[in-house]
């Protein structure tokens, strides 16, 4: 009987210890990332953006030219990085155009719209709409999403990037960061430009 009784503890102990391990393991695990939306509902990204005050990270990007660049090419310029999912949807046109715009009242700045679309296409939609102002930037070949903490790592979407803008001044000091909450949703483009006043 006593044998029965000491076995019983001793199988009521373990499964103590292995739901205590579980319960510990689980409050570990911390979220990195961030959230925003697609139509209302929550879509994961995958890290958070670079701090403000802070140095751009190292980056590489891809031209429509099919030549990368990366921090040393926009060394002593103001940068703007207009990111989207796709230069293919009606949200990311009208903030390539309506950069475009504001990119002709800047003077030593470059806005970069960025997205993991081929070159090609960015090349083509500009070059169709007329758009000389800004320049294009594909992540195709390179980790600037991760970098950049700008993965949309759930929902539909995932694979390409959020919508999110990123501003730098000539030292490549951050100025401003937006990760526009609704991807369907333009950025705030008075907050990015009141930056670098």
Do not use: W
Not at 57 to 85: E, M, W, Y
Not at 99 to 127: K, M, W
Not at 138 to 147: K, Q, V
Not at 159 to 175: C, H, N, Q, S, T
């Amino acid at each position: 009987m006593a044998t029965k009784k000491k076995t019983a503890k001793k199988i009521a102990k373990k499964t103590v210890k292995k739901t205590t391990k579980k319960k510990s393991s689980k409050k570990t695990v911390k979220k990195t990332g961030s959230t925003v939306t697609l139509g209302g509902n929550p879509v994961s990204v995958s890290g958070k953006l670079p701090a403000k005050g802070k140095s751009l990270p190292k980056f590489s990007l891809t031209t429509s030219a099919l030549q990368d660049i990366t921090n040393k090419d926009i060394a002593g310029k103001r940068v703007i990085f207009n990111i989207f999912p796709s230069i293919d949807t009606p949200t990311c046109a009208s903030s390539t155009r309506k950069f475009n715009e504001i990119a002709s009242s800047l003077s030593n700045t470059e806005i970069y719209c960025v997205s993991a679309d081929l070159p090609f296409a960015q090349g083509r939609f500009c070059a169709a709409e007329g758009l000389a102002n800004v320049k294009t930037a594909s992540s195709f070949r390179s980790n600037f999403g991760a970098t950049f903490g700008v993965n949309l790592t759930s929902s539909v979407l995932k694979g390409v990037m959020a919508r999110a803008v990123i501003v730098a001044d000539e030292k490549g000091k951050i100025l401003h960061t937006e990760l526009v909450s609704e991807i369907a949703n333009e950025p705030n483009y008075d907050a990015a430009i009141d930056s670098l006043r």
